[in-house]
């Protein structure tokens, strides 16, 4: 497994908001593992912070827009797409303003930026999403088709075609991130000149010029158009070019620059998931209100393997063997009650014990109607959360879990000879100073036995 990142030390870039024109300054620094991107927004009192996430995304019409704790943060998809690149999964970005700088319109100057400060490893382990079967967003009234296909990796082809004599219909293919710095980072915003001027009649795109911005014009413009033009994005009339085209003739990065940039959105967009994806994505006509009610529904799959049993295939390879298991855990025998864990994610496991005749506790509870006794079901779904804590250290037999407090424990069934506990344990919040809150579920078949939630100290052996 991938080890999680973060920014090496801290970087500030400065620049004008795109729609309101407003001097803003971010800071990006380092942050913990398990913590995520998260926005503060330094300028407002008690500097609430803003996860990076799908679920926070409140506007969709100029850019991404994230809205938590009565604070919000615009236009962050550049940003975030350049992060993704990099594979930071945790940073805290300090913003002065409500809206990130457009800069020169792409991701070209954060991927520059984090380059030369560099990307720091963390001792936590990154965990994927990997798609088992099609996902599919349609929006018809707009021609508009979102999949995602398993496939081991990051794959994504995309087409946009809005039915435009100087826009031609556009496609583009990657295997993988991996030269998003060369083939997409640079790649400009754009936009139609019917479009500046709906948006001008709003008071907005106030930051936007001639240089972070590919225009394009469908007829040619009259000499009042001009200068109206001019004025807005203070040139001298005799400057602007009145052809149809691009605005100015400004030289295109690539041919299908625009496309390239629709990817680029995607990309930032598709990281507030807040968990890696592996997936082949074909895109049609994708824009940020798409990709970000996309992004919910491949959340909402993801949700869904948190609520019912677990689907248990004994013939499935397990993520952890019983040896592995004792690599973390210090329990043995009879103490040991994990046998697998069959899966593992960003904040989950799920784990397996199997029951028998042959235990130890059968002998006395009870000989002629054995049954489990309940406190170690407690004690098997605490060591499955003993492994959800530790699966993401480096070094876990250096470390143990101490649990505090268990509250909220029902038994729902009973668990006899022959039956296969199925645990089911879930982060319900972030780690903080060593302690871990978590919410434990065990089933037998698709029957809940148990239900608990657990807290526990994180502690580093003597």
Same mark, same amino acid.
């Given at each position: ?17 795109l ?5 803003v ?16 927004r330094?300028d407002?009192?008690?500097?609430p912070?803003?996860?990076?996430l ?7 019409? +100029? ?5 938590k ?13 350049a ?6 999964d945790?940073a805290?970005?300090?913003i002065?303003?409500?809206?990130i ?10 991927v ?11 001792l936590a ?11 599919t967003?349609?929006d018809?009234?707009?021609?508009i088709?979102l999949?995602v ?7 994504v ?5 809005y039915?435009?004599?100087?826009l031609?219909?556009?496609?583009f ?11 997409i980072?640079?790649?400009r ?10 948006? %001008? ?12 911005a ?12 001009i200068e ?18 691009i ?13 390239r940039?629709k990817?680029?959105?995607f990309?930032?967009d ?15 006509r994708?824009?940020?209100?798409a ?10 799959v993801?949700?869904?393997?948190m ?6 295939d ?13 690599t ?7 103490? %040991? ?5 069959i899966?593992a ?7 397996v ?8 506790f ?21 060591q499955?959360?003993?492994?959800l ?5 480096e070094?876990p ?8 407090k268990i509250?909220g ?14 645990? +089911? ?6 780690? +903080? ?7 434990g ?5 698709s ?6 939630e ?5 502690a580093?052996?003597?």
């Amino acid at each position: 497994m991938e080890q999680q990142n973060t920014i090496k030390s801290k970087l500030t870039l400065s620049g004008k908001g795109l729609h309101f024109g407003k001097d803003v300054t971010i800071s990006i620094l380092p942050a913990d593992a398990n913590t995520g991107i998260n926005f503060c927004r330094v300028d407002l009192e008690n500097k609430p912070i803003i996860p990076a996430l799908v679920e926070n995304v409140t506007d969709t019409s +100029r850019g991404t827009t994230l809205d938590k704790n009565g604070a919000k943060v615009a236009t962050l998809e550049h940003l975030i797409a350049a992060l993704h690149f990099f594979k930071i999964d945790n940073a805290l970005i300090e913003i002065d303003g409500d809206e990130i700088p457009i800069l020169d319109g792409s991701s070209k100057l954060w991927v520059e930026a984090i380059k030369e400060v560099g990307v720091q490893p963390q001792l936590a382990k990154r965990y994927y999403f990997s798609v088992k079967e099609p996902i599919t967003y349609i929006d018809q009234t707009k021609d508009i088709e979102l999949t995602v296909l398993p496939y081991d990796g990051f794959k994504v082809d995309i087409t946009i075609d809005y039915n435009s004599s100087v826009l031609e219909k556009q496609s583009f293919s990657i295997d993988s991130l991996e030269n998003f710095d060369k083939e997409i980072a640079n790649c400009r915003t754009f936009v139609f000149l019917h479009e500046i001027e709906q948006l %001008l009649k709003l008071n907005l795109i106030k930051g936007g010029d001639l240089d972070n911005a590919l225009v394009f014009v469908e007829e040619d413009l009259n000499k009042e158009q001009i200068e109206h033009l001019a004025k807005v994005f203070n040139k001298d009339p005799h400057t602007v070019k009145a052809e149809r085209g691009i605005l100015n003739h400004i030289n295109k990065k690539f041919e299908n620059e625009p496309v390239r940039h629709k990817l680029l959105d995607f990309i930032g967009d598709i990281k507030l998931l807040g968990i890696g994806v592996k997936g082949h994505f074909i895109l049609k006509r994708p824009g940020h209100h798409a990709n970000t009610e996309f992004a919910k529904l491949i959340k909402k799959v993801i949700m869904e393997k948190m609520i019912g049993a677990p689907k248990y295939d004994p013939n499935q390879e397990p993520v952890l063997n019983i040896n592995d298991i004792k690599t973390i855990l210090p329990h043995r025998f009879p103490m %040991l009650l994990v046998d697998k864990i069959i899966e593992a994610g960003e904040g989950y496991v799920v784990g397996v014990k199997n029951v028998t005749s042959n235990e130890d506790f059968f002998n006395g509870h009870f000989p002629s109607e054995p049954v489990m006794p309940g406190v170690l079901i407690v004690e098997a779904m605490a060591q499955t959360g003993g492994i959800l804590v530790l699966k993401d250290y480096e070094d876990p037999e250096n470390y143990n879990t101490y649990f505090l407090k268990i509250d909220g424990v029902r038994f729902r069934g009973k668990v006899v000879p022959g039956d296969t506990l199925i645990f +089911r344990l879930f982060l319900t919040e972030p780690v +903080r100073r060593g302690l871990v809150k978590m919410k434990g579920e065990a089933y037998v078949g698709s029957k809940l036995v148990m239900e608990a939630e657990l807290m526990a100290q994180i502690a580093k052996n003597k």
